[in-house]
């Protein structure tokens, strides 16, 4: 099946005479017809659902979705794109261990893997998404635990050579973690260049309609953890009674072990409620990207073409410096999101989101309503001055995501604001 059929097929298949919606399975428990049953999903022998903080029939449909969309063997849902995040990550690493993440990641992140994380005795280098292969190997260390990176970089709009990080982290036996919200797998599967394990912040495009939060880990099942690095995946884990994930479960040891162990104890695990409503956002997926992704170009042509604007960063600009990687990794379009800079600075980009009308001025993006944000004062505010520049961010940078209005009411509210500037 094409993706397009993808988003309405998979995951929930009924049967016959069976409710064609995917059901809302509202319980936190299942019940057994014996002890050893249950005993035997305590021993991870048996496959079934004990208990809705790890598993939940509804959840279990859109996870199998989402790993048929980004061609992996298996998902896991989460509460939020953070806490996608933060798992896959601690499924790799402990106390000691070491990361390399590019520097224009999204700022909440960012904040994770250099803040956080760092308390837990998690270290993280930086490195520039366009460093050459020679750089990228420098920051290395023999504790490096995994490479992390974005599709399309949050508010940045830098586009990730895939290959290049892949190659890299391969290089020295890691996997390459790609945060793919902004293109979300109609756009681009990073699986297919490489990537090893995938994260959405499924509260953007893939729900669509911003009503709730959520988050995704999609593993590829492609990498091999027996290289030593990885010993929680290949040494018996006490406890689950001394399962081996490599052992037991294959291609699927690494998502089976951030469920079964990870999700067992921090409960991070979406609401069945929850994964009925991304179900529906991901029905439509396909439909509404091409419509983003149309939309948001004539907007930046549009910006492009004002004496009132500085910049526009927009990869499917041809004078974008990532105009290249976005026609290879991007063919079908570049997602929703622009960013722009209005002369003036911080004080022109303020009076531009003072003056949108039709456009909500929100903590948002990726969303079906067309909304604007000053990252620099709200997603970002937490960085440095240096980091910001790191991150691509500039005190005047604007965060447009253009939704599905018609074309002509986005550019007529746009003008409207560059006016008061």
Not at 46 to 55: D, F, K, N, V
Not at 160 to 168: S, T
Request: aromatic letters at 8%.
């Amino acid at each position: 099946m094409r993706i397009e059929t993808k988003c309405l097929k998979e995951g929930y298949h009924p049967k016959n005479g069976e409710p064609k919606a995917l059901p809302i399975y509202q319980s936190t428990t299942y019940v057994y017809d014996s002890a050893e049953q249950i005993g035997n999903l305590f021993d991870l022998s048996e496959a079934g659902h004990m208990y809705s903080r790890i598993s939940n029939p509804t959840v279990d449909a859109v996870e199998q979705k989402i790993a048929a969309l980004e061609g992996g063997v298996g998902a896991l849902c989460t509460t939020s794109g953070q806490a996608a995040v933060l798992l896959a990550v601690l499924n790799l690493c402990s106390a000691g261990d070491h990361v390399v993440a590019v520097s224009t990641i999204y700022g909440g992140s960012i904040n994770l893997l250099g803040v956080t994380l760092k308390r837990m005795g998690i270290s993280c280098t930086w490195v520039d998404p366009n460093a050459a292969p020679e750089e990228l190997d420098k920051a290395f260390r023999p504790n490096t635990k995994l490479v992390f990176g974005e599709t399309l970089a949050n508010p940045a709009l830098t586009v990730l050579d895939i290959e290049k990080f892949a190659r890299a982290a391969h290089r020295h036996d890691v996997p390459l973690v790609v945060d793919n919200t902004f293109a979300t797998p109609v756009l681009c599967r990073p699986f297919e260049w490489g990537a090893d394990i995938v994260v959405h912040s499924t509260s953007k495009y893939m729900d669509g309609h911003a009503v709730q939060i959520g988050g995704v880990i999609v593993d590829s099942g492609k990498f091999d953890w027996t290289s030593g690095k990885f010993p929680d995946l290949c040494t018996p884990d006490e406890s689950y009674h001394g399962v081996v994930y490599t052992e037991q479960f294959g291609a699927a040891a690494y998502i089976t072990k951030a469920r079964v162990q990870l999700m067992r104890d921090f409960g991070v695990y979406p609401s069945a409620q929850a994964a009925f409503l991304l179900n529906l956002g991901l029905e439509t997926l396909p439909v509404r990207m091409e419509r983003h992704c149309s939309n948001a170009l004539r907007a930046a042509q549009f910006l492009q073409a004002s004496d009132k604007v500085e910049s526009v960063n927009y990869p499917g600009l041809p004078e974008s410096p990532y105009h290249a990687l976005a026609q290879k990794y991007l063919p079908g379009g570049c997602s929703g999101v622009i960013s722009f800079c209005v002369k003036g600075g911080r004080d022109a980009a303020v009076r531009f989101i003072d003056h949108v009308q039709m456009i909500n001025n929100l903590v948002h993006v990726a969303d079906i309503c067309t909304c604007v944000l000053h990252p620099a004062s709200s997603t970002h505010r937490q960085l440095t001055d240096e980091q910001l520049v790191a991150a691509g961010i500039t005190p005047g940078l604007i965060r447009l995501s253009v939704g599905l209005e018609h074309i002509d009411d986005i550019l007529a509210d746009l003008q409207r604001a560059l006016d008061a500037v």
